[in-house]
């Protein structure tokens, strides 16, 4: 029997996340995404189903170019208008035992004093049941959002976010020793000061004095996703990452990332096995294959072009609006070096590719059409040959496209040994890694006790 | 019969939020207030008794002199540990109906983009049952956790809130025309962009681009708290709250208050029943009057006066420790000119003031003692001679105070007429002023349809 894979539900606080056009059908409900009743629903619906989180994507700001419209993306509805993801999770984790919540939060939107305090908070309302997406910012307009003239250079970004993470760290970690919540009700003591500490934090980005005003939530830092694919993010994953979410175009090619982050976190002191890879996939499930290619043909006929070419930045002009589709591929004014064109220029050597190939190919990105056992297949193919660890499993319509996993593919996947069939108790981390706590080698660890004699000055 | 009063619950997510050393009490919870489920049965007790809102007090850092320690705040649970109330507020929406929820944020804390996103979402969320309490921040360390030296200065700290406030308003009131979400299926249009606007604020302390990532949740601003007490903050009170609390010594203190702060409103444009005042007490219910004094007397005995001192700042020395009971006023090392301490060499004439007062002058303010039926004649004095509109109720014990107050208290001000006798249908602005949005005196509706032309250069 083969390993279970992890499985996590890959939403959005918004109508349109990755499968745009979809939000028009008369079933999806993803519209009502202000309600928070098509989440509470949906929560319970990914715990009958064993999912192990649900992961927030998010953005702060429309897509498009420098000073471009947003047309485009206000009429799909394209992560306009979105609300905030970390608000909602408490709602959902009271409704909840199990599911994990990762949430995605960027180094620009929040400082991390107020960050940290934000995530201990829910990770003891949620009783250890928290992760976190560190994301840079990809959106000129979500720099612009938050007082920059635009985005800082990517590496500088990374620069950024080190240290974001690091006073974070310090923080959860470092801030309060073990035991210094007493809750003495006969002594009077309701914690001890001498086992708390100040962190003195000067840094280029940021100067923070602490404490931390939580006490130690049960994972203190959160479960860590990352999904950095350039040279720089990958390093960063390697580094600081649980979790790394991967959209690979092949085994192969998810194979050689996940080895050379593994290399590298290895490099860096880290083990293997400590971080855990999930590969992107859109499932179209049938009870036999016909009802599966019936299925796909609908959601093809619901698919919008230009909401997947608005997303990718590189359908749009300067001005906001989209290319039409015939428009050959050498006419984009882009300077972007999109690993997307690359690989379809690849693919289409016979004519000249266009921008319509540009949206098929994101329309099909990640896609698994069939019947369970034939998804089953091709998921012991990517867990053999790509050696992922799990999933995170993209949505067309909400909620139907979990409702069907649960009852179509789930009982295959466990048949076949490939999904659980009962949760874990305890933690999100306990669930994936067997233990609360970051494990020694990760470096949040090293503030551990590094701030004790910063009391005594005090 | 008298018009009912308002009724929100005092209360911080921590363990001793006013009422210092009563966690020590074996019945006390309020020292678990790490357990959602605290706050969860705590919201269904207040709306059983039909309290209007939850209001949280919350703090960003450690109380006491620049530099000093913490330890009595540490032993004491005095604020910390804490954790963010913001983030709590889902799991309670969706676990009552009509309860507001009003959370105290600071403008130091969080840039305003990311909080109006988040204010929008829990709006959205809570089908507008929230407000703001609107801070400027009061403590030194708290400043420090987040990049300046120290609190700016008073009245800066005034001009910085009025710019925060402003992009908040341009966001919530602006950005989004009414009818821009159409989320028609069949013409494939979510929202139209001709009616969604970029704010393009650019000011001394902020530049946000914009469009607002939400749409218009049902009361767009949030209802909107203030507890400024200086002339300064009574000012901004007049022209931006729509709530303010008071913690005024006597009826005629607090008349003059609310009259100075109604005129100023007036003078700004705006109507004296556009701002409702909430005057804090602590009441000890008993079913006879000795009952009660017996209760007073257990709440005396659990009474921490370090923590009485600790809190008010000027209980403590330039390191943080707590000066002895004994010590004279005129020994203090503090160059505050704190009212309290007035109010106390008032009222203190034949013998020299002592530290003690102070603390024993804190553990009785805003203290009510006796029979349903006293507390009633007390609360008509408040509202015929003081002219209060509503009353914050503090609390001794969680969850005790509030459900003695449903079960004593709330019978005979209904009988009274003093308490309502059933909720409002709607929006916490409906219950309170009739209408899910802001009436077009309040400054905030002076950029409804203001960014209109601001699409069309985009």
Redesign the interface.
């Known amino acids: 029997m083969p390993t279970p894979l992890a499985y996590n539900a890959f939403v959005m606080?918004t109508?349109?996340h990755i499968q745009h056009?979809q939000?028009?059908?008369?079933e999806a409900r993803q519209?009502d995404f202000?309600?928070?009743e098509l989440w509470?629903g949906l929560a319970k619906t990914l715990e009958e189903g064993l999912f192990d989180a649900m992961f927030f994507a998010d953005v702060?700001?429309?897509y498009g170019p420098s000073?471009?419209?947003?047309?485009v993306?206000?009429?799909?509805?394209l992560q306009?208008?979105?609300?905030?993801p970390?608000?909602?999770?408490?709602?959902l984790?009271?409704?909840t035992k199990h599911l994990g919540f990762a949430f995605t939060s960027n180094v620009q939107?929040?400082?991390p004093?107020?960050f940290a305090?934000?995530v201990?908070?829910?990770d003891?309302?949620s009783r250890g049941r928290v992760a976190w997406n560190i994301v840079t910012g990809l959106q000129e307009?979500g720099a612009?959002?938050?007082?920059t003239d635009g985005l800082v250079d990517h590496d500088k970004r990374y620069d950024w976010a080190e240290e974001y993470v690091d006073v974070a760290y310090k923080l959860w970690e470092g801030s309060?020793d073990e035991g210094?919540?007493l809750?003495d009700?006969?002594n009077?003591?309701?914690?001890?000061?001498?086992r708390?500490h100040k962190i003195n934090h000067v840094g280029e980005y940021?100067?923070?004095?602490?404490?931390h005003?939580?006490?130690p939530?049960p994972q203190r830092t959160p479960v860590l996703y990352q999904a950095g694919a350039s040279p720089r993010g990958r390093q960063f994953a390697a580094e600081h990452a649980e979790a790394v979410f991967l959209r690979a175009p092949s085994p192969k090619i998810a194979r050689e990332g996940i080895e050379d982050t593994r290399r590298r976190a290895i490099q860096a002191g880290r083990r293997a096995e400590d971080i855990k890879f999930f590969q992107g996939f859109a499932f179209i499930i049938g009870r036999t294959a016909e009802e599966a290619l019936a299925k796909a043909e609908e959601f093809d006929a619901y698919a919008?072009a230009d909401g997947y070419l608005a997303h990718a930045n590189i359908g749009t002009r300067p001005d906001?609006s989209v290319y039409p589709p015939e428009t050959p591929l050498s006419e984009l004014e882009t300077n972007s070096s999109i690993g997307l064109l690359d690989w379809i220029r690849r693919g289409i050597t016979d004519r000249e590719p266009t921008v319509a190939d540009i949206s098929d190919s994101l329309l099909r990105n990640g896609r698994i059409v069939g019947t369970p056992a034939q998804i089953a297949d091709q998921l012991e193919i990517w867990q053999d040959e790509g050696g992922i660890d799990g999933i995170n499993v993209m949505n067309w319509r909400l909620p139907d496209s979990y409702t069907e996993f649960n009852e179509l593919l789930l009982p295959e996947l466990q048949r076949r040994g490939l999904a659980k069939t009962e949760y874990v108790q305890g933690s999100l981390r306990t669930k994936m890694f067997g233990a609360d706590r970051l494990n020694e080698r990760h470096p949040a660890t090293r503030y551990r006790g590094a701030f004790a004699e910063a009391?005594v000055e005090?």
């Open positions: 606080n109508a349109s056009g939000w028009r059908h008369p519209g202000n309600d928070v509470i702060v700001g429309v000073g471009g419209g947003y047309e993306f206000a009429k799909e509805g306009i208008p979105s609300n905030d970390s608000v909602l999770i408490s709602a984790a009271v409704n939107q929040e400082h004093f107020n305090r934000k201990s908070t829910l003891h309302i307009n612009r959002n938050f007082g309060w210094a919540l809750k009700k006969e009077g003591v309701f914690s001890d000061a001498s708390i940021y100067r923070v004095e602490g404490p005003l939580p006490s939530s919008s906001g009391v005090a």
